[in-house]
């Protein structure tokens, strides 16, 4: 990777003090009216408060920095966390707070830290977590290239060029990406000891998947074939991304509404995907599942970690991201030998999308008083070695055992600091471990994906919703009313299902977001092209 030329000492001194200045000032050129926006003259927000005579940020004052994470607090918080906050003090002069906002209702919650100016300094975000929604907001600081220079000066120079021009929203940075790159095609967990038990072929496609869904539920009491979470307020099936946009070869555009265009069209035509010919099919696919003991009668409203469940024997099979699942094998096949698990691709021969750079990171709220101070912590989280593994894995010898530089095996108090259950993603770096256990084909498959990468017009594109947000959260409801009980097969008769479900999408405005998107669709090709 070609690095950025650092600038020289003088320049790099004014630059700063200079553009923070006016990031600060000019946030409120992006907050829109809710007044989130930091004081350019509050006196603890401006780089120049921090600059030494020598040129070195002046770290003299200890500060608190306040985090905002999604997932659940793990057990061992405090005591993982105690032994951060001894290296922070000592690298950084720097203590850290955390808040949690749990997976049952974070997606009600984070919104509202920023409503209300909550005093926190750092948040994690995503393209999935309100990243481009609360830049247009105002909620996020602006990041200067020379603010980044100056004080995430490791992050600068090994996060690739593309993962920081993918992460800006209308020419500017408001993410400090994570420097890791990941496919985000979706697998399936599978049983292989039932598939074995049930003679079946093995699983790859949507049609062996259905039969295996459907020779457990008819013949194994105690075990929901199929496992999944809805009532934490996702507005999708949770098989929709493998068997509606991989099978179709089709991109969503926002999982808020029901929108997507064809990866291969370059025009980018976006359509209503509850209105097609394939939704229909797919819709008929669920029904006969729900039909055959395919997932529970009660799996919308199920609020249980699927995967506990399928450690504890009582679900077979669930869907998620290619690394997740493997983890999730690698660690049954450690604790739970006696029960044959597998990684299963249910489109193998389509396209494969490659996360772009908001899939994780971290943003700093746009009135914290701690800046630079911030932005070196999110330096050390993703390059400083001890710092890096503490966070991510835990204690050594406690929660992880390290094996060499890159792998780890879990620790006797491994569950207490499980990495998968909070967002520690947003700092996902070169530097991140693997589970010693990860399975050999989780590894064959990912190579076998990144050969496969589809790169298209509209890979980089995000939606700014601000014209139509009412409109957004009339239609997401409508999705969680409608759309949740036809996928899952609540509703008897499909095509009033369907016919329902878009009829009262119209009304809500889907039509107005439609044509908002294809304006934004439509200049944003056309910008490309000159």
């Known amino acids: 990777m070609k690095l950025k030329k650092k600038a020289t000492f003088l320049v790099a001194m004014v630059l700063a003090l200079t553009t923070l200045l006016s990031a600060c000032g000019g946030g409120n050129n992006n907050a ?3 007044g989130n926006a930091p004081d350019a003259a509050a006196p ?12 070195a940020v002046d770290t003299s004052q200890e500060v608190t920095l306040k985090l905002l994470m999604v997932g659940s607090k793990p057990t061992d918080y405090d005591e993982v966390y105690g032994e951060l906050n001894k290296l922070l003090k000592e690298k950084i ?8 906002l749990d997976w049952a209702d974070w997606t009600q919650k984070y919104p509202l830290k920023f409503a209300a100016n909550e005093d926190f300094d750092i948040a994690y975000t995503a393209n999935w977590a309100f990243y481009n929604d609360q830049v247009l907001k105002g909620g996020y600081l602006e990041l200067t290239d020379e603010m980044l220079q100056k004080y995430a000066p490791k992050t600068w120079e090994a996060m690739p060029q593309a993962s920081w021009d993918q992460s800006k929203v209308n020419g500017k940075q408001y993410m ?9 095609d979706k697998v399936v967990l599978v049983r292989e000891d039932l598939r074995k038990k049930y003679n079946l072929e093995p699983v790859n496609s949507p049609e062996t998947y259905a039969a295996y869904l459907k020779a457990i539920g008819a013949g194994e009491k105690g075990i929901s074939p199929f496992g999944a979470k809805p009532a934490d307020g996702w507005k999708w099936h949770e098989l929709d991304q493998i068997l509606l946009e ?20 370059a025009t980018g035509k976006v359509f209503n995907v509850y209105d097609t010919p394939e939704f229909t099919e797919l819709v008929k696919y669920y029904k006969d599942l729900a039909d055959n003991n395919g997932w529970s009668k009660n799996i919308v409203s199920n609020k249980n970690d699927v995967f506990q469940d ?14 997740t699942i493997s983890s999730n094998v690698g660690e049954i096949r450690r604790d739970k030998p006696e029960m044959e698990v597998t990684v299963a691709d249910l489109t193998p021969d389509k396209k494969k999308i490659g996360a772009i750079s908001t899939q994780n990171g971290m943003a700093i709220h746009a009135t914290s008083k701690n800046v630079e101070r911030s932005l070196m912590l999110i330096d050390l989280l993703q390059n400083d070695k001890e710092i890096h593994d503490l966070t991510m894995y835990g204690i050594a010898g406690k929660h992880y055992e390290p094996i060499g530089d890159d792998k780890y095996s879990p620790g006797p108090s491994f569950n207490n600091y499980n990495l998968s259950g909070y967002s520690v993603w947003g700092w996902n770096s070169l530097l991140n471990r693997t589970d010693s256990s990860y399975p050999e084909e989780g590894t064959q498959m990912l190579a076998d994906w990144q050969s ?11 939606f700014d919703d601000s014209k139509v947000k009412n409109e957004v959260a009339n239609v997401g409801n409508v999705m969680l009313r409608y759309a949740i009980p036809l996928e899952y097969g609540l509703i008897k008769d499909l ?7 878009n009829k009262q999408l119209q009304a809500a405005g889907l039509d107005k977001i439609q044509q908002e998107l294809q304006s934004q669709i439509d200049a944003f090709l056309a910008a490309q092209t000159k």
Request: glycine share 6%.
């Open 32 to 34: 829109g009216n809710n």
């Open 44 to 55: 603890n927000n401006a780089a120049a408060n921090t600059a030494t005579t020598d040129g």
């Open 93 to 100: 002069n720097a203590t850290v707070e955390t808040e949690f």
């Open 176 to 184: 400090v990406p994570n420097n890791n790159q990941e496919v985000t």
């Open 246 to 265: 991989q099978q179709n070869e089709w991109n969503l555009v926002d999982y808020n509404f029901p929108l997507a265009y064809k990866l291969d069209d």
């Open 310 to 323: 399928i450690k504890a024997g009582k679900t077979s099979s669930y869907a998620q991201n290619l690394g």
């Open 452 to 462: 496969k990468v589809y790169h298209f017009p509209l890979e980089t594109f995000v």
């Open 495 to 501: 095509e009033k299902g369907q016919a329902d479900l």
